[in-house]
C-alpha cells in the first residue's frame, strides 16, 4: 500500500503518528510588477470588474480574475491561491459553482453563473493595516532544500512577512505585490491593499455529511445530509508512483498545527535518512497548519508549504490543499465523516466499454 509521503503526523503535543533559473524568476517579477500592471491593479478597476472572455487570462492576473477568485473563494469554490489568473484551479471553481446551482457547467462565464456570483455586492478588496504581530516572526531566511534539513528547525514558520500575509489573504505574493507597489510589507502600521475573502454572515460553517475526492479531477467536494454540494476545493491527489487510496474511508481525527514524522521505510525520492526523524509545526511544515486523518494507514487531508502548487504537482498518497482551504474543510467535517475516493476517468472508460 502507498505510504503518505513524510505524511505521517501527530497530535500538537508531539504525539507522534507514525544563474539561469534566479534571472528567469527575475524577470518574471520585474514583468509582474511593472507600473502598468500595478495601475491594472487599481481596487476600484477591480472592484467594478467584469469577466468575460476578454477581461480573463490564464496568461497574466487581471482585474476580472481577481474579482472572479475572490467571489468564488468566499462562496466555498476555492480556485486555490488566488492570483488573478484564469487557470484551471479556477475554471474547476467555476464549474463546481454551476453544478451547485443547477447551472450549465462551463470553462467560461455566463451570464447566470455571474448573475449568481455578483449577487454578493460587497467590495472584493479592501485595506489592512499591518500589525506589530504579522511582522514579530520569527521567520526563516529560506527553507532547506532537502527534508531531512528541517529537522533541527524550532518551527518552518514563513520565510517573510509577505509570505505571511499572502497566506492570510489566500493570495500569491506576486498578486499582494502588484496590489501594493512601493509598499513595505515588514513595517508595523503600514496599509495596503488586499483581497476580502470574508464569507457574508461569517459564522460557524455548513457541516458536511461526506466528502468526495476525485483522483482524477484533483478536486475535493462537500455535500451535506441532503446532497447538495456546499463546498469545492482543488487539490493534489496522489501521483501514478504513489496513488491515493481507492472506496470509502473515514475521518478518524482532525489535529491542527500537526507534527510530521517521516518513516524511512517509505524511501522517498530524495531523503537518505536512515532514520526516523520529526519536523515541528509551522505553516511551512511539510503537512501545512491541518491533519486530518484517514482510517487507512498514513493517509490522510492536509495543508501545504507550497500553494501556488496545487493541482500542478504530485503527492505521496494524501491528498493535499492549500493551508486555508485544509482548515476550511476540517471545520465542516467531523471524526467518522465518510471520505469517498472516486475516478471519475475510469468511471469514464468503463461506460465506453
Known amino acids: 500500500m ?13 504525539r507522534s503518528v507514525g544563474g539561469i533559473g534566479s534571472l528567469c524568476i527575475a ?10 500592471a500595478a495601475a491594472e491593479m487599481d481596487p476600484a478597476a477591480i472592484n467594478g470588474a467584469e469577466p468575460s472572455k476578454k477581461s480573463l487570462s490564464n496568461e497574466k492576473p487581471t482585474p476580472a480574475g481577481v474579482r472572479l477568485q475572490v467571489l468564488l473563494d468566499r462562496a466555498h469554490f476555492s480556485p ?12 474547476k471553481a467555476l464549474r463546481a459553482y454551476a453544478e451547485a446551482r443547477q447551472l450549465p457547467g462551463s470553462d467560461t462565464i455566463t451570464d447566470e453563473i455571474w448573475k449568481a456570483l455578483r449577487a454578493d455586492e460587497r467590495p472584493v478588496m479592501t485595506t489592512y493595516t499591518i500589525t506589530a504581530q504579522d511582522v514579530s516572526g520569527p521567520f526563516l531566511t529560506k527553507l532547506p532544500a532537502k527534508l531531512e534539513d528541517m529537522k533541527d528547525i524550532p518551527s518552518p514558520g514563513f520565510t517573510s512577512p509577505r509570505e505571511a500575509l499572502a497566506e492570510k489573504f489566500h493570495v500569491s505574493e506576486q498578486l499582494l505585490a502588484a496590489l501594493n507597489p512601493g509598499r513595505h510589507f515588514d513595517r508595523a502600521g503600514e496599509t495596503i491593499v488586499v483581497v476580502d475573502t470574508i464569507s457574508g454572515g461569517e459564522g460557524a460553517p455548513a457541516k458536511a455529511d461526506r466528502v468526495e475526492v476525485d483522483k482524477a479531477r484533483q478536486t475535493v467536494k462537500l455535500f451535506d445530509k441532503s446532497n447538495a454540494l456546499i463546498g469545492f476545493y482543488p487539490a493534489t491527489v496522489g501521483s501514478s508512483e504513489k496513488p491515493s487510496p481507492s472506496g470509502t474511508l473515514k475521518i478518524t481525527e482532525i489535529n491542527r498545527n500537526p507534527f510530521y514524522r517521516y518513516n524511512p521505510a517509505y524511501h522517498f525520492k530524495g531523503v537518505h535518512s536512515r ?20 482510517s ?18 504530485e503527492s505521496h498518497g494524501c491528498v493535499r490543499l492549500t493551508n486555508w482551504d485544509a482548515e476550511r474543510v476540517a471545520g465542516s467535517v467531523a471524526k ?18
Open 2 to 14: 502507498s505510504k503518505c509521503g513524510a505524511r505521517r503526523w501527530t497530535v500538537n503535543n508531539a
Open 336 to 353: 467518522g465523516t465518510a471520505v469517498a475516493f472516486v475516478d471519475t476517468r475510469a468511471d469514464a472508460n468503463a461506460s465506453v466499454r
Open 296 to 313: 487507512a494507514e498514513s493517509y490522510g487531508i492536509h495543508g501545504t508549504p507550497s500553494p501556488g502548487k496545487i493541482s500542478k504537482a
Open 275 to 294: 532514520r526516523p526523524f520529526t519536523i515541528k509545526p509551522g505553516p511551512n511544515n511539510p503537512v501545512g497548519t491541518v491533519w486530518i486523518n484517514l
Open 27 to 36: 524577470l518574471v517579477l520585474a514583468v509582474a510588477l511593472t507600473p502598468v
Open 80 to 91: 486555490g491561491e488566488i492570483d488573478g489568473r484564469f487557470g484551471e484551479n479556477a475554471k
